[in-house]
């Protein structure tokens, strides 16, 4: 990450917030952002918004893998998206919003969105 990308990370929780496998929502940079942590300790932060649902509910979605992907489900409609990419496993051509994530002295941090719009 940029020195300039580091100048705009802010704080949204501390990890020990986050349970394995687990989400929640923070306001970074305007945004409602999901933060997710895997069972393998990776942070992830996309969008909140589901655009199948129309409604901000990803970080109480399901985190799991499919193959070396992990991604998050829907509560609404169970579409998963890539919390790498924020692609959606179901549907190629619909992504979520990305953001950059650092986690420093056990704080969760969260730069400006990076990957937008539709895949």
Same mark, same amino acid.
């Given at each position: 990450?940029?020195d300039?990308?580091?100048?705009?990370?802010?704080? *949204?929780? @501390? /990890?020990?917030?986050? %349970?394995?496998? $687990?989400g929640?929502?923070?306001?970074?940079?305007?945004? +409602?952002v999901?933060?997710?942590r895997?069972?393998?300790?990776? *942070?992830h @932060? /996309?969008?909140?918004? %589901?655009?199948f $649902?129309h409604?901000?509910?990803l970080?109480?979605g399901? +985190?799991?893998?499919?193959?070396d992907?992990?991604f998050?489900?829907?509560?609404?409609?169970?579409?998963?998206?890539?919390?790498?990419?924020?692609?959606?496993?179901?549907d190629?051509? +619909?992504?979520?919003t990305?953001?950059?994530?650092?986690v420093?002295d056990?704080?969760?941090?969260?730069?400006?969105?990076?990957g937008?719009?539709?895949a």
């Amino acid at each position: 990450m940029s020195d300039a990308t580091t100048e705009q990370l802010v704080a *949204v929780c @501390a /990890l020990e917030d986050i %349970d394995r496998e $687990g989400g929640v929502a923070a306001l970074a940079h305007g945004d +409602v952002v999901a933060v997710f942590r895997t069972y393998d300790d990776h *942070v992830h @932060a /996309l969008s909140n918004y %589901d655009p199948f $649902g129309h409604a901000s509910v990803l970080s109480r979605g399901i +985190v799991g893998t499919r193959g070396d992907r992990p991604f998050v489900a829907s509560p609404l409609h169970k579409q998963a998206f890539d919390l790498r990419t924020g692609v959606c496993l179901d549907d190629d051509t +619909v992504r979520v919003t990305t953001y950059p994530v650092v986690v420093r002295d056990g704080q969760v941090l969260v730069g400006p969105a990076s990957g937008t719009g539709r895949a």
